[in-house]
């Protein structure tokens, strides 16, 4: 009976585990911490060298290569950066391909040059996917695999072991999750929402009027200054130093290398978040984003 027992249990954990099947899987690799897949547009054959960025609200695809691809040129769009909002022709009804069999249909791609990116990382940058592709289905990205899965909303139930964070909604189509941050050793912890951001590298990067509301500067030592930019090649000026523990979803970082902006371009964004955080934080989980309930489950990795 005993034994019955544990096969009976151990039948419905590889069930937990491994019940939903992926309708693609897509490796990826990383590039200082970002992660890459290859992607295919339209009916070439050549595969694409492409950014997964959920801080990017449309897919993007690099001038360069747009004329490479000869895609029609149907509009004009206002994409919003970290700084301002940029203009940018605009291709609509594109087709996505990624792995074997996953294609997505009625794409608008916008068209930017992102040769700054390429050299910034060394490697070529010939695209960017937005948060658009969570909406279509459910994504999980495993970092212990280095895979990219898919799911359909249809019937899914999430069967791995992570926890779910109810997801909080910002500015275009953006995603945050809430966390415990503790700026200076004896301060008192304040609750902050951040950008979900897996196109930033860094751990932390708090918004211009959070720097201000809450006096993050105050007392920190060994700031550094700090230049970014993202999409546009604007280039913006800030500092970094450390804040003393941020925690979510079980796990404390500690003595965490953080941005604060303090760049006037910056603030010029409107931005319902306190913050972004970034891979370097976001690569300690497995995470499964499920648009259709609000929810992602943070799975912590062995």
């Known amino acids: 009976m005993t034994r019955l027992w544990i096969t009976l249990f151990l039948l419905l954990s590889c069930k937990q585990i491994y019940g939903q099947k992926a309708i693609e899987i897509v490796s990826f690799e990383l590039v200082k911490n970002l992660i890459f897949v290859d992607v295919v547009i339209n009916d070439t054959k050549e595969s694409l060298h492409f950014m997964f960025d959920t801080g990017a609200g449309v897919t993007v695809v690099d001038s360069k290569i747009s004329q490479k691809l000869k895609l029609n040129i149907s509009d004009t769009i206002s994409i919003g950066t970290a700084g301002k909002s940029i203009k940018s022709e605009l291709s609509a009804q594109n087709q996505i391909r990624l792995g074997k069999n996953l294609i997505l249909d009625s794409i608008s791609i916008a068209i930017l040059d992102l040769s700054h990116l390429s050299k910034y990382l060394k490697t070529n940058v010939d695209g ?5 592709i969570l909406q279509k289905l459910i994504t999980e990205t495993n970092v212990d695999t280095k895979e990219i899965l898919f799911y359909s909303f249809k019937d899914f139930e999430y069967s791995r072991q992570g926890i779910a964070y109810e997801l909080i909604g910002l500015e275009s189509g953006h995603l945050g999750i809430p966390f415990e941050i503790v700026v200076r050793k004896g301060a008192n912890p304040i609750r902050m929402i951040f950008k979900i951001d897996t196109g930033a590298d860094n751990y932390f990067t708090f918004h211009n009027e959070t720097v201000r509301n809450y006096d993050l500067l105050e007392k920190l030592p060994r700031l550094k200054s700090k230049q970014g930019f993202g999409a546009d090649p604007t280039v913006s000026k800030n500092v970094a130093g450390k804040i003393f523990t941020a925690e979510f979803c079980g796990k404390t970082f500690k003595n965490v290398t953080t941005v ?32 259709n309930d609000g929810v992602a489950y943070f799975e912590k990795r062995k």
């Open 260 to 291: 604060f902006e303090i760049d006037p371009l910056n603030s010029l964004s409107k931005r319902l978040a306190n913050g972004l955080v970034g891979q370097a934080v976001l690569l300690n989980f497995n995470i499964t984003y499920n648009l």
């Open 128 to 132: 960017i996917i937005g948060n658009e």
